[in-house]
């Protein structure tokens, strides 16, 4: 993996600040899993981090609070067999973890009212089923 990730816009994740540690993973590879790191770890020291605007630091440690130890965010990856294919797919799970959680809070929702006619016609038709079921009642048919 070279260069840099682009989180979102030009803000990008610098190579030399991202921590790699690798390890022998469970899962597919039969004797193969037994001799090789295929299993990825990447860590990313978000308190420290100048790659990311003030503001945009601030948004991602208030949301991944509950991910982070001592301000570094983990990710893992070992569903690949290749070392190669789970530094990627590392890289871009990262990548979108920290895109989701420099977003932009959503606009507030602007509460509307209900126009007085459409709630008219509902009292109308309430009223019509009404006098519907009220006239299937019991009956003195003699």
């Known amino acids: 993996m070279s260069g840099s990730h682009v989180i979102r816009g030009s803000v990008s994740l ?3 600040e991202l921590m790699w540690r690798f390890s022998r993973s469970s899962g597919p590879g039969g004797q193969h899993v037994n001799t090789s790191d295929s299993k990825v770890e990447l860590s990313f020291d978000l308190a420290k981090t100048e790659a990311l605007p003030a503001v945009w ?3 991602a440690l208030e949301r991944l609070a509950g991910r982070l130890v001592d301000g570094v965010v983990t990710v893992r990856s070992s569903e690949h067999r ?3 294919r ?3 797919a590392a890289a871009v799970r990262l990548t979108a973890l920290l895109a989701e959680a420099t977003a932009p809070p959503p606009k507030p929702r602007k509460p509307t009212r209900i126009p007085r006619g459409i709630n008219e016609r509902r ?3 309430k009223k019509q089923r009404s006098e519907t079921k009220r006239g299937r009642g019991a009956q003195n048919w003699g």
């Open 82 to 84: 290749s070392q190669w």
């Open 57 to 59: 630091k601030q948004r």
């Open 14 to 16: 610098p190579e030399a």
């Open 123 to 125: 009292l109308r038709e």
């Open 86 to 88: 789970n530094r990627e």
